[in-house]
C-alpha cells in the first residue's frame, strides 16, 4: 500500500502547465548520471511559495541532468510531535505517530538536493513546515543527511523572511547537508512586472548556486564553523555520556569520536590545530559543568 506522501506527491501539474511529479530536463537520461532533487513545500496554496519552487526547479533543469519531485506537507498526514522523547532514547522507529513521517524521511535520503520552502506565517515558517522539522528533531541528534545539498525559499508579501532564510539555513547545517544559502522572494497579489522580475534574478541566482554545490565533491573540507559544531559536540558528548545512550552507541558506530570530522576529509594544519583546540575547549567547558577538575 503506498503512504499518503507517494499518493499525493505535489500534483504540480493538475493545474495542467507541468507534468506531474517528476520532471527531466533531457528526456531520458542514464540513472546514474541524473541528480534527484526533491522539494518539500508547506503552503496549501499554490500561489507564491509553490511557483517560485517550481520556476527554481525548472532553472536548475536547463543547468544540467536534474529530476526532481515536489511533495505539499498540506497533502501528508504530519502528527505533532507529543515530546515523548523516544526517537531520542530508543531509536526514530518508536515513535509513536505512524503517519507519512518515514516516508518523507525516505525520499529526503533518496535525493541528492533537498529544498525546503514556507511561506512567511506570523514571521517565521508555516505550522506544516515547523511540524515536519520537529519530527526531524532525531537527526539533529543523529545527523545523516552528509553529501546532499540543501537550500530553503522563503515566500513573504512584506518583510521578516530574510531571518526566516537564516534559520532554514541553520536547519539545513544541523541536519547534515551542505547547505547553500537560501532565499526570499517577496510579491504581493497581484504580483507586478517589477516584482516578477526581482523573483527571477533571486531564483535565477539561487539555481545557480544551488547546482554548482550539487555536482561538486559531496563531501567538502569542512568550514571553521562546521568543524567547532562537531568537534565540541562529540567531545562533550564522550565526557558526559555512554553506551547506555542511543546518540552515544551512534557516534561509536559512525566512529566519530575519533574522527576529525563527520565523514573523511584532508584538513589543513590550521584546522587541524583548530579541531584539537575545540576538543580541548569543549573538554573544560564540560568539566566545568560537572564540577571535574582539568586535567
Not at 19 to 46: C, F, H, L, Q
Not at 93 to 115: I, N, Q, T, W
Not at 248 to 272: A, C, I, N, Q, V
Request: charged letters at 25%; one cysteine or more; glycine letters at 8%.
Amino acid at each position: 500500500m503506498h503512504s499518503t506522501v507517494d499518493r499525493l506527491a505535489f500534483a504540480a501539474a493538475s493545474d495542467g502547465a507541468v507534468d506531474p511529479m517528476r520532471y527531466t530536463a533531457m528526456g531520458v537520461m542514464e540513472k546514474s548520471k541524473v541528480k534527484k532533487v526533491t522539494a518539500i513545500v508547506s503552503s496549501a496554496r499554490k500561489r507564491l511559495t509553490h511557483n517560485a519552487v517550481l520556476q527554481f526547479l525548472k532553472n536548475l533543469q536547463s543547468l544540467g541532468n536534474v529530476e526532481y519531485e515536489i511533495v505539499a506537507l498540506s497533502q501528508c498526514r504530519l502528527g505533532i510531535c507529543r515530546g515523548c522523547k523516544l526517537c531520542f532514547q530508543k531509536g526514530e522507529e518508536y515513535c509513536p505517530l505512524k503517519d507519512d513521517r518515514d516516508a518523507l524521511f525516505e525520499k529526503l535520503m533518496a535525493s541528492d538536493g533537498v529544498v525546503l520552502a514556507t511561506p512567511n506565517y506570523s514571521f517565521q515558517v508555516s505550522g506544516m513546515m515547523k511540524v515536519f522539522l520537529d519530527r526531524l528533531g532525531f537527526v539533529f541528534h543523529r545527523p545523516r543527511f552528509f553529501g546532499k545539498t540543501f537550500t530553503g525559499i522563503v515566500a513573504q508579501g512584506l518583510f521578516g523572511g530574510t531571518k526566516i532564510v537564516k534559520y532554514l539555513d541553520f536547519v539545513g547545517n544541523g541536519l547534515g547537508f551542505n547547505t547553500v544559502k537560501g532565499t526570499c522572494v517577496a510579491a504581493c497579489e497581484p504580483i507586478t512586472e517589477e516584482e516578477q522580475q526581482k523573483i527571477d534574478r533571486a531564483l535565477a541566482s539561487l539555481s545557480k548556486r544551488f547546482h554548482e554545490r550539487l555536482v561538486k565533491s559531496a563531501y567538502p573540507v569542512p568550514r571553521l564553523l562546521n568543524l567547532m559544531a562537531f568537534r565540541m559536540a562529540r567531545t562533550s558528548m564522550k565526557l558526559m555520556l555512554d553506551d547506555s545512550y542511543l546518540d552515544y552507541r551512534y557516534f561509536t558506530d559512525k566512529g566519530w569520536f575519533e574522527s576529525e570530522y563527520y565523514y573523511p576529509t584532508h584538513l589543513g594544519p590550521l584546522k587541524k590545530a583548530a579541531g584539537s583546540l575545540f576538543d580541548a575547549l569543549a573538554t573544560i567547558e564540560t568539566r566545568r559543568r560537572r564540577g571535574t577538575p582539568a586535567t
